[in-house]
């Protein structure tokens, strides 16, 4: 059957306005598409490629399965946080987590490698001992053998807390530590709380908790918290304030899991100033709180 002219025309008229149509078409759905994919997040893509590569470690036979599942959990929420199109400065926040979790499960395996090393240096040892106790001969060899023994079992474990105290101020200068005669220093200044206030500013917060990731992975760490005010106000007022600002700062590490007796804190006043009080800049210096890492034996250097 044909088709008549003039119902031809409109037909064709309607396939051309289709195909002008349909180019926008396809840039809309490509454009919508785009809009639904997350940028990349590099600290994110750091994060996993960390955990991936040691989970694949499977030489590592101390690896933790506790601690990779801890850091999984943490990539997972900080992976969920991206896809959903959360705030960037909350991913990277959450990615930094799951990365410190990454750290530590790896550090912590590798603690656990050297100790397994000690431990049998310390058994070989044991076994020589034995053996000249049992021959009774050639004693002075046997003992030469176990002195040098028990002195490679001292240089590895010199070695290992040289590592961690390294390991710890490379994880303290990230929180802006400075290094001063009692050690490495973090300060908290005055502008993470409201003036004349102790309550620590949501800003704080992040801060605390990397120093609380650090307390978590050196357990042998205690710490020392202490407020500081400038000289302005009563002595009475001013201990108040610093007492309550250290007590602040105390109470946010204790609620992420540390134990409240591996911290002490102090309030200091006005005493111990490191700027000028006459002037605004420096009374802003003076208003702080510190905190101060122990020694490897929990000792920590209290002032007078």
């Known amino acids: 059957m044909k088709m008549s002219s003039r119902t031809a025309a409109p037909a064709t008229r309607s396939m051309d306005g289709l195909r002008r ?162 050690g490495l220093v973090v300060t908290f200044s005055d502008v993470l709380f409201d003036v004349g206030r102790a309550e620590l500013r949501s800003g704080a917060l992040a801060r605390v908790e990397q120093l609380a990731a650090v307390m978590r992975e050196y357990p042998e760490r205690n710490v020392l918290i202490e407020g500081f005010t400038d000289s302005t106000g009563s002595l009475a007022t001013n201990q108040d304030l610093s007492e309550r600002r250290a007590m602040s700062v105390r109470n946010e590490l204790v609620a992420r899991g540390i134990d409240p007796r591996r911290i002490v804190s102090r309030g200091h006043a006005d005493r111990y100033p490191v700027a000028d009080n006459s002037s605004g800049s420096g009374r802003q210096q003076n208003r702080r709180v510190e905190a101060v890492l122990s020694d490897a034996r929990g000792e920590l250097p209290m002032r007078p």
């Open 21 to 182: 149509f349909l180019p926008a078409l396809c840039t809309v759905a490509v454009l919508s598409a785009c809009a639904s994919t997350p940028q990349p997040n590099d600290r994110l893509s750091g994060a996993r490629s960390a955990f991936d590569q040691a989970r694949a470690n499977t030489a590592r036979a101390e690896l933790s399965a506790a601690e990779m599942d801890r850091a999984n959990v943490a990539l997972q929420r900080a992976e969920g946080a991206w896809r959903k199109g959360e705030d960037r400065v909350e991913v990277d926040h959450l990615a930094y987590v799951a990365q410190r979790e990454v750290d530590l499960a790896v550090t912590s395996a590798q603690r656990r490698e050297t100790e397994r090393a000690i431990e049998q240096a310390a058994s070989e040892r044991d076994a020589i001992q034995l053996e000249a106790s049992r021959r009774r001969t050639d004693s002075a060899q046997a003992q030469a053998t176990t002195a040098q023994m028990q002195a490679t079992t001292a240089q590895m474990q010199a070695e290992q807390e040289k590592q961690r105290a390294d390991q710890l101020a490379a994880r303290l200068r990230e929180l802006q530590a400075k290094d001063t005669q009692r």
